[in-house]
């Protein structure tokens, strides 16, 4: 069984993250999905909308979607890949580069986001047209 992981935080759930989220699933069988908690992102500097618990339950309501583990710290990707005994490690191409020292483990693929959403468009868009 070919599994592949991810990484992000998937709030208020959009198109670019399904289209993301689709294509991981393709590159193999299984989709692991490390979703970062409320307190790691408070690391990345990101307040999401929803908690940790409604983000993973959202997640786990999607079709691509295997399973989904807590991400904690920026420094788990290598145990997680071992653990899982991950084949592809995927994320969005705004990372390009970032990861690639998990090429010795995994294969790594940067796969181009998807053009004109994300959640912080769509919160500017909502408060701007909720005055
Ligand atoms: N994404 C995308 N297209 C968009 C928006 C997001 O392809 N229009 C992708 C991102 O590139 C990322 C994934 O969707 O691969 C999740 O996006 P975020 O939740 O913003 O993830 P991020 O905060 O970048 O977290 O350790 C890695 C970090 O946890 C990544």
Known sequence: MKKVI????FDLIHNGHINILRRAKEMGDYLIVALSTDEFNKVKNKK???SFEDRKGILEAIKF???????TSWDQKIED????????????????????YLKEYCV???LPRTV????????????????
């Open 6 to 9: 991810t990484y992000g935080t």
């Open 48 to 50: 999401a909308y929803y």
């Open 65 to 71: 979607v295997d399973l989904v583990i807590p991400e």
């Open 81 to 100: 890949v071992k653990k899982y005994d991950i084949d592809v490690f995927v994320m969005g191409d705004d990372w390009k580069g970032k990861f690639d």
């Open 108 to 110: 790594v693929n940067y």
């Open 116 to 131: 004109g959403i994300s959640t912080t468009k769509i919160k500017k868009d909502f408060s701007k047209s909720n005055g």
